[in-house]
């Protein structure tokens, strides 16, 4: 599902606009071989829509007893008609669609089906019906299997209506009434039960749902009823899959489609509320989760509430109060495979002359982590869309905002171009904690932080190493405070059992990344983003641009040295532990040296907010 997911992860923006959509709504247009098709006209009888069984677009809360929902068919709604048979190989480019002729709990659906080519729909074809058919190009689309990794299919939107429907849950806006128009998703295979003519009747009866559907309320640490909530995270409950209308079931074995994420966002200008009993409605797909994470934006806040497993049956509705949730606090480490590796990456940020040394405000920094580009890639300062420097063309490094820094390099650690002092790429073994000649050059995370609360210190090469050979990795991205998306690479601690291992993923495989904003966070997982590197005497970025063909990655340099330093590269293109000249900058992931633990750093003003 290349092209759909590169348009939720890469065009910015998309926070605030869940479901404004350019596409068209016209799924009924002729096109692509059906010319000279035998298109029959279809009268399907539809069962009843259910209350607490949702069945229509028309979905609603009672007004009462806020855990009933109320359904009915809508005048107009469409299933999705398509003969079982065609597979991947019918050339049409718009489904086929019967709609309902009246409103009501049951209805009478009209429309017209053809198979592919010039066949005939005979009386021992399986139809196929999908409901909605108003969602294609919105939370569906037609798919194709493109290719494997491994064994392990995945699949690739489709111009041509296909038995393979994409099916996408990830961007949500928590109403019932939304659920019913885009994600209510209901499947019924029949037969016909009479052809006369060009004229085919079926009875379809009650559509089967195979979504669950979950009602939230949830309350602060101090049991407050949350309101204006800005958003809502669900990680590790799957968000995406393909459903196949042949065989009524979902693709089997196929990770590379299965986003594991649910994001609820209110539309413009309103906000996600518990008030008055009111519960926010998600759709997801059934099945059993495991280490489940929960978390609600409210302003600077964020609240949490973890499931270690949890199960959701096909067609039910499940209503749960989230209470007493836990305030997320800042924490000055997160630990992969025993290290305490720090919360984002050493920076320099604000004025040349002082500004702020030290950790990032998050694991997704990186420099211009929001920069208004125009249709050439190059940075504008009005109009445009707003982009991390991930998408930029040729981005530059300027002096208040740092990111990458020369191996040992301290005094000069803001000059970029011109010839740079040998020292300052100091020849040790390593220099975990060394500052030499008076702060010139050495360790320059330790030399920032060493009188601070929490100090930090460059991580050696055996600590980045563990990373390299032990840790569990996947393809990852996270969003800004700005709404825009960084790319990166996503650590656990693997204890035991097979590897986790989903990097390099070759150039623009978009669709193989994971939404772990929520969970970084949260505290649970180290994320590098894709940073790059500077040529010794240059400011340009390289290497860091997600858009190109060629090589990008995160360089992460290390303590330890000889002639060179050793570097780990992670990320699209890259997976290596190597070393590196050390006149190039590179990302420093500092680690946790010690801490007084009853004291906090005070947060530097610019950064105050950032999530």
């Given at each position: 599902m290349n092209k759909t997911k590169i348009l939720l992860l890469a065009i910015t923006g998309m926070m605030a606009t869940a479901f404004t959509a350019c596409q068209s709504d016209d799924i009924d247009s002729t096109a692509g071989g059906d010319a000279n098709a035998n298109v029959y006209n279809v009268t399907a009888d539809v069962g009843a829509a259910q209350d607490n069984q949702p069945g229509s677009r028309v979905l609603s809360v009672d007004a009462t007893n806020k855990k009933v929902l109320h359904s009915t068919w809508a005048a107009g709604d469409k299933l999705i008609a398509f003969v079982s048979s065609d597979g991947t190989s019918n050339t049409r480019t718009s489904y086929w669609t019967i709609a309902a002729d009246k409103s009501g709990k049951g209805s009478t659906f009209t429309g017209q089906i053809a198979a592919k080519g010039n066949a005939k729909v005979k009386a021992t074809d399986d139809l196929c019906f999908f409901y909605p058919a108003d969602a294609v190009g919105k939370s569906i689309e037609p798919v194709t299997e493109t290719g494997k990794d491994g064994d392990k299919p995945y699949h690739d939107e489709s111009q041509k209506i296909s038995n393979l429907l994409g099916l996408n849950l990830t961007r949500q806006d928590g109403t019932a009434e939304t659920i019913g128009k885009l994600y209510d998703y209901q499947y019924k295979q029949v037969k016909p039960k009479s052809i006369v003519g060009s004229n085919l009747n079926v009875s379809i009866g009650n559509m089967k749902r195979i979504v669950s559907l979950w009602g939230l309320r949830f309350t602060d640490n101090n049991n407050n009823i949350l309101t204006n909530i800005d958003s809502v995270y669900i990680s590790n409950v799957k968000g995406s899959d393909v459903f196949n209308l042949s065989t009524g079931s979902?693709?089997?074995?196929?990770?590379?489609?299965?986003?594991?994420?649910?994001?609820?966002?209110?539309?413009?200008?309103?906000?996600?509320?518990?008030?008055?009993?009111?519960?926010?409605?998600?759709?997801?797909?059934?099945?059993?989760?495991?280490?489940?994470?929960?978390?609600?934006?409210?302003?600077?806040?964020?609240?949490?509430?973890?499931?270690?497993?949890?199960?959701?049956?096909?067609?039910?509705?499940?209503?749960?109060?989230?209470?007493?949730?836990?305030?997320?606090?800042?924490?000055?480490?997160?630990?992969?495979?025993?290290?305490k590796w720090a919360t984002g990456n050493f920076i320099h940020y604000g004025p040349e002359t002082g500004g702020y040394w030290g950790i990032a405000p998050a694991q997704w920094w990186i420099s211009r982590r929001a920069v208004r580009l125009d249709s050439h890639r190059k940075a504008v300062t009005s109009g445009g869309t707003l982009q991390s420097s991930q998408f930029e063309d040729s981005p530059k490094q300027t002096t208040d905002d740092v990111d990458l820094f020369r191996y040992g390099s301290i005094a000069k650690a803001l000059k970029f171009t011109g010839l740079i002092d040998g020292a300052d790429n100091a020849?040790?073994?390593?220099?975990?904690?060394?500052?030499?000649?008076g702060g010139k050059y050495g360790d320059i995370v330790w030399y920032y932080t060493q009188n601070n609360h929490k100090r930090y210190r460059m991580p050696t090469g055996t600590e980045m190493k563990l990373l390299y050979d032990n840790a569990n990795v996947i393809p990852a991205y996270c969003y800004t405070d700005k709404g825009t998306v960084v790319y990166g690479a996503y650590f656990t601690t693997n204890n035991s059992g097979p590897r986790v291992k989903g990097i390099p993923t070759g150039v623009k495989a978009f669709y193989k990344y994971s939404n772990v904003t929520a969970l970084v966070r949260a505290n649970k997982g180290l994320f590098l983003p894709v940073t790059g590197r500077r040529l010794d005497g240059q400011t340009l970025m390289g290497l860091r641009d997600m858009s190109r063909v060629g090589q990008c990655y995160g360089q992460y340099v290390s303590s330890t040295s000889a002639v060179m330093s050793d570097d780990f590269f992670v990320g699209p293109t890259q997976w290596n532990f190597t070393r590196a000249p050390k006149g190039q900058a590179k990302a420093i992931r500092p680690v946790l040296d010690s801490e007084d633990t009853n004291q906090s750093d005070p947060v530097y003003p610019a950064f105050q907010g950032i999530r």
């Open positions: 979902f693709v089997a074995n196929n990770p590379a489609d299965e986003s594991m994420n649910i994001v609820v966002t209110p539309p413009t200008g309103q906000k996600v509320s518990s008030a008055g009993g009111k519960y926010t409605y998600i759709s997801l797909f059934p099945g059993t989760y495991t280490d489940v994470l929960i978390m609600v934006y409210v302003g600077n806040k964020c609240y949490k509430k973890e499931y270690a497993s949890i199960t959701f049956d096909e067609g039910k509705v499940y209503h749960t109060d989230l209470l007493n949730m836990s305030e997320v606090l800042p924490e000055p480490y997160v630990e992969v495979q025993g290290i020849s040790q073994h390593d220099i975990t904690k060394q500052i030499f000649n």
